[in-house]
Structure formats: structure tokens, C-alpha cells
T-cell receptor, first 115, second 112 residues
Framework: AQKITQTQPGMFVQEKEAVTLDCTYD???????LFWYKQPSSGEMIFLIY??????QNATEGRYSLNFQKARKSANLVISASQLGDSAMYFC????????????FGSGTRLQVQP | NAGVTQTPKFRILKIGQSMTLQCTQD?????MYWYRQDPGMGLKLIYY???????DKGEVPNGYNVSRSTTEDFPLRLELAAPSQTSVYFC???????????FGPGTRLTVL
């Protein structure tokens, strides 16, 4: 069974600074996908970034980058130059590559950006 | 494209009542999912479908039923609502490729 662990229930960061949100995962599959979603207080799930298990380069999307360390089974999200609008819940998730291809989510990290 | 739409956005049920949460996608995706999110938690899979006429259970299926008669629609039925079903329900769809899953806006359900 797949499992996602996010050990930081809450994080604070100063505006314009970088922040790293931790995510570790456990799976016996060789092929999988790793996702980060943002959930603002309005409640919707916003896709941020994706990393495939066979991707050699770390994924980047604007101010978001994914620090993928396969041997350590970690997929940390790095947000550079934090903005007030980054305050939200952040979820790490893993997707099965076969079968139902559903997402398994971690418990989330609440990020608060301070001015 | 409207993407994934869900109705209603909010609903309050009394214990023992039943209701159907609607989900529609207009992207011709084969894969569709229902997740629930309890307060302060991540999402958990209730049911999923890999195509019209094919559905299967996820991690937390008890108290729910689904059907998939068309590619577009994937309704979730709650029978005999219980307070433990108070949650936010998200519908999602995917074309099957590994890097995309699209979420609806969610339905906030309270059972009193």
C-alpha cells in the first residue's frame, strides 16, 4: 500500500523568503507520480507541480520546485519568494501508475506567510 | 470547457436522509473519482470508475454508492446519512495519463 507522510502540520515564513515543505512517501511500485496541491481557504484543490518517478530532472513550475530524492523517498516542495497569497494548506500526493490510478494524499501542511 | 462541476455546493442533511451528489466532466475523461476530506485531513478515496459501466471501491466506501452510465457523469449516492459522513466531497477526473487529475470545487455536506 502507498503512504504519504507530511510531518509539518504548520509552517511560518516571511514574505519574499523561500520555504520547504516536507513530504516522504512509501511504495513498492517502481513507477509512480508525485503531486503537490494547494488548498486555499476557499477550499478548491489547485494543482501545483508533478514529478514522475523516472524523471531525472527535478520538476519546476514558476516559483515552485520539487526536490525529488528517490533513494530517500522524499519529494519536498520548495516555494521561492513567498507571497501573502501563498498562505494555504499544501498537500503532497502520490498516484499509482496502474489500476485505478487514484491519488493517495498526505495530511497536509498549513503555510502562513507573514508580511 | 467547464471542467469538473459538482452540485450542490452546500447541503445539510438530517440523520437517516439520503441524497445524491452530482459530478459532471466535459473533458471526455475515462477515469473519475470521489474523495472525501474530513476537517484538517487529506483526501481519501471513496469510489472510482475507469470508464462507463465500471466502478469500484476505494478506501472508505461504506455508506456510499456510485454509478457510471455515461462518460460524463459520476453521481455519488448517500443512503441513510450519518454524522460521520459530514465532510467535503470532491469529484475528480483524469484522462489516464499520469500527470493530470482535475478536481471539482467540492460539496460541503453536514449531517445533523
Amino acid at each position: 500500500a502507498q503512504k504519504i507522510t507530511q510531518t509539518q502540520p504548520g509552517m511560518f515564513v516571511q514574505e519574499k523568503e523561500a520555504v520547504t515543505l516536507d513530504c516522504t512517501y512509501d511504495t513498492s511500485d517502481q513507477s509512480y507520480g508525485l503531486f503537490w496541491y494547494k488548498q486555499p481557504s476557499s477550499g478548491e484543490m489547485i494543482f501545483l507541480i508533478y514529478q514522475g518517478s523516472y524523471d531525472e530532472q527535478n520538476a519546476t513550475e514558476g516559483r515552485y520546485s520539487l526536490n525529488f530524492q528517490k533513494a530517500r523517498k522524499s519529494a519536498n516542495l520548495v516555494i521561492s519568494a513567498s507571497q501573502l497569497g501563498d498562505s494555504a494548506m499544501y498537500f503532497c500526493a502520490m498516484r499509482e501508475m496502474a489500476g485505478r490510478r487514484a491519488l493517495t494524499f498526505g495530511s497536509g501542511t498549513r503555510l502562513q506567510v507573514q508580511p | 470547457n467547464a471542467g469538473v462541476t459538482q452540485t450542490p455546493k452546500f447541503r445539510i442533511l438530517k440523520i437517516g436522509q439520503s441524497m445524491t451528489l452530482q459530478c459532471t466532466q466535459d473533458m471526455n475523461h475515462n477515469y473519475m473519482y470521489w474523495y472525501r476530506q474530513d476537517p484538517g485531513m487529506g483526501l481519501k478515496l471513496i469510489y472510482y470508475s475507469v470508464g462507463a459501466g465500471i466502478t469500484d471501491k476505494g478506501e472508505v466506501p461504506n455508506g456510499y454508492n456510485v454509478s457510471r452510465s455515461t462518460t460524463e457523469d459520476f453521481p455519488l449516492r448517500l443512503e441513510l446519512a450519518a454524522p460521520s459522513q459530514t465532510s467535503v466531497y470532491f469529484c475528480a477526473s483524469s484522462p489516464g495519463s499520469f500527470n493530470e487529475q482535475f478536481f471539482g470545487p467540492g460539496t460541503r455536506l453536514t449531517v445533523l
